[in-house]
């Protein structure tokens, strides 16, 4: 009985912190996905660069044709989210 009674006390603790910082993990969420705090747009360069990559990835990968360009976007995309940059798009 007093093991229960202190997992209940423990629980009881513990549950407005959690949910304190559950609501703080989703405010900054939000906050963060704001346009004040936008992703920078990859230089063209660097988003050539990506697309040759992919494009040589899908080749080996032997991709279908009809599924090459949206596995080219995104490879892209997720390269570019790596980097920090904002995603396309289209190529």
């Not at 063209?44 to 599924?67: F, G, K, P, W, Y």
Request: net charge negative.
């Amino acid at each position: 009985m007093f093991v229960c009674t202190q997992r209940h006390t423990q629980f009881s603790i513990h549950r407005p912190l959690t949910l304190s910082l559950s609501a703080l993990i989703c405010s900054a969420g939000l906050f963060l996905s704001s346009p004040v705090f936008a992703m920078p747009s990859a230089p063209q360069a660097t988003v050539a660069d990506l697309a040759r990559a992919c494009e040589q990835l899908a080749s080996e990968e032997r991709i279908h044709s009809e599924e090459k360009a949206q596995f080219i976007l995104e490879c892209v995309n997720d390269q570019l989210t790596e980097l920090g940059y904002a995603r396309i798009n289209s190529l």
